[in-house]
């Protein structure tokens, strides 16, 4: 996403010239203070969208970082300086969780060596960890206090960084986070349609998906319709669709509707099974591919896997995996903008009542779609089985819809 790149990128600047900064200034130490002492010394400082604050020393200048939800502040030497990082649960961000977030940091600020902070915290932030670490970035290295942690509505990133962190810093650090303070104003929502059997339905054909991205089975398209996830959609659908307006949405959703992956497949394997193929047992077959056609070992034992489920589940394998993929793109192309609510119904229901009859539960359309992710990642589809075996036991399961459900305009 542009954002996040441009958060980097300033991230990077500001660090660079902070820790090159640091190099000369040096920090001293000083004596311990109270968390009342450090506050009268310090005032609150604000994320440019006004999210989130923390209070700091009431000396110290921001740098703006290109990014709304981020915060950078510190003395106008540069000896010390604080960077809070934010991703919203809400956005695709590569940082999802805490894991995530964690080697994100190591990754980009290459930290490491770290020794574990007690007593640390941080008011409204769950799975809080506090920690001392060297950094290093553009050729200079520092140390930071990093603090990780979440809300329900992001991953924070909290780092004081100096080139020798001390026990007054830390302290300094405490206070600061101890006023740490998150206000989310409600987002818009523009979504209207009531959740009917048939809107389940529709919702259910894309859960795992929704699932992994963080969103909410719950409600048509996963995530509230608004000019946040109309911007988060729009980068998406460029990014891995190419899709970058309404013209571009149909052409997409006319080839995955009357090709997909499932005419390769079905012409690949055909193309297989002429060749004599099936004649061959299932242990020579990659031996044969290798011997009869230009492709690598890697290639043959793909070809070799794809004709096993040819066999067993016939040319129309992988439909599952191109009609529940059409669903998911209606429900980007509403959240982008590109189709009106109506719109992104209509079409879901035209779509919805062509492959319902062409499965017989949700467990063998789930199973097309999973082979469908193999032929098309070329990897295994464990991880999304395990979603869907894990949906399946919660108390709003989304496949509770009855599969065969009459399915019909509700809105």
Known sequence: MKTKRCRKVWCTAFLVLMLTAMMLQGCGGGSKKSTEDWLKEMKEFSTPDGVTSLYLKQSWITQDLGSDTSLAAGEENGS???????????????VDSMDSLKSYMESNYQAKDAEPVEEFEVPG????????????????SAQACLVYGETDYAY??????????????????????????????????????????????????????TEINGGDYNRFAGTPANDDSMT????????????????????????????????????????????GIGQVSAEERVSYIL???????????????????????????LDGWDYCRAMNLMSFYYLA?????????????????????LFESWDALIESYMLGYEYWAEESSSER???????????????????????????
């Open 291 to 317: 011997e009869n056609f230009d492709v690598s070992q890697e290639e043959a034992q793909g070809y070799a896997d794809n004709y096993a489920v040819y066999e067993q589940y016939g040319e129309h394998a």
């Open 125 to 140: 932030m769950s799975n809080v960890e506090a920690l001392t670490c060297n950094i290093s970035m553009g050729g200079q």
């Open 385 to 411: 089985r395990a979603v869907y075996e894990e949906l399946k036991t919660r108390d709003d399961n989304p496949y509770q819809v009855d599969y065969h459900t009459a399915l019909e305009k509700t809105w």
């Open 80 to 94: 010390e300086a604080v960077l809070l990082l934010s991703f919203p649960k809400t956005g695709l961000h590569q």
């Open 337 to 357: 903008g590109y189709y009106t609510e109506e719109e992104a119904l209509n079409k879901s229901l035209e779509i919805a009542q062509t492959m319902q009859p």
């Open 156 to 209: 924070y990133s909290i780092g004081y960084v100096a080139q020798k962190i001390n026990d007054r810093m830390i302290s300094s650090f405490k206070a600061s986070c101890s006023k740490f303070h998150e206000e989310v104003t409600e987002a818009e929502d523009r979504t209207t349609v009531e959740l009917t059997d048939t809107v389940k339905w529709f919702n259910a054909s894309y859960a795992i998906l």
């Open 232 to 275: 988060v959609n729009k980068q998406s659908l460029e990014e891995w669709w190419s899709v970058t307006d309404r013209a571009s949405a149909d052409e997409t959703l006319d080839w995955i509707l009357t090709e997909g992956h499932r005419t390769g497949f079905a012409d690949n394997m055909k193309s297989l099974e002429e060749s």
